[in-house]
T-cell receptor, first 110, second 115 residues
Framework: DAKTTQPPSMDCAEGRAANLPCNHSTISGNEYVYWYRQIHSQGPQYIIHGLKNNETNEMASLIITEDRKSSTLILPHATLRDTAVYYCIVTPPGTYKYIFGTGTRLKVLA | EPEVTQTPSHQVTQMGQEVILRCVPISNHLYFYWYRQILGQKVEFLVSFYNNEISEKSEIFDDQFSVERPDGSNFTLKIRSTKLEDSAMYFC?????????????FGPGTRLTVL
């Protein structure tokens, strides 16, 4: 089973920031948090990942709490093209396979 | 920007037939993966592959499945005798592992339909 829990769905107004939460309370010290998204049935698209520190790239920001038990993916100015299912993944120790949960279905509204 | 490619985009086959799904990973990547997604369900890990060996496989990856890197660029998934329940999207991914983590880059997928 996935080590993360996410809300099943969220809406966001176009142009506003989308904040997608993820709970990973059983994360261990050397496990990374990855975020991917899937638009329709396309291949999952890498967004960002982090270990302890907050991270930012051209797509998004990742805020990880100090205890590392939860994180938030921030899309700063959501567009209609950001409508997708967003997955938060924590890779189990000793393996590199991804275990996908059901993710959060984000709908960006015009 | 380099990307993972997969062929064909859609494969239709009869039950019991063999299929080979093809993937071209990103050129400097060393770790390769197959996942599948049955319509409306989660993305599921099938197998990981490194240094011409299977590193890890799931319960789904039984004797009907095999993987191969026949040359320096392709990575294939073979299903020997397809079943109706093999109908799914199959995604190839590749990555460069390092420091206990691996960012995987996924291809667009092959839709397999078994009739």
């Amino acid at each position: 089973d996935a080590k993360t829990t996410q809300p099943p769905s969220m809406d966001c107004a176009e142009g506003r920031a989308a904040n997608l939460p993820c709970n990973h309370s059983t994360i261990s010290g050397n496990e990374y948090v990855y975020w991917y998204r899937q638009i329709h049935s396309q291949g999952p698209q890498y967004i960002i990942h982090g270990l302890k520190n907050n991270e930012t790239n051209e797509m998004a920001s990742l805020i990880i709490t100090e205890d590392r038990k939860s994180s938030t993916l921030i899309l700063p100015h959501a567009t209609l093209r950001d409508t997708a299912v967003y997955y938060c993944i924590v890779t189990p120790p000793g393996t590199y396979k991804y275990i996908f949960g059901t993710g959060t279905r984000l709908k960006v509204l015009a | 920007e380099p990307e993972v490619t997969q062929t064909p985009s859609h494969q239709v086959t009869q039950m019991g037939q063999e299929v080979i799904l093809r993937c071209v990973p990103i050129s400097n990547h060393l770790y390769f993966y197959w996942y599948r997604q049955i319509l409306g369900q989660k993305v599921e890990f099938l197998v990981s592959f490194y240094n011409n060996e299977i590193s890890e496989k799931s319960e789904i990856f039984d004797d009907q499945f095999s993987v191969e890197r026949p040359d320096g660029s392709n990575f294939t998934l073979k299903i020997r005798s397809t079943k109706l329940e093999d109908s799914a999207m199959y995604f190839c991914a590749s990555g460069v592992q390092g420091f206990g983590t691996d960012t995987q880059y996924f291809g667009p997928g092959t839709r397999l339909t078994v009739l």
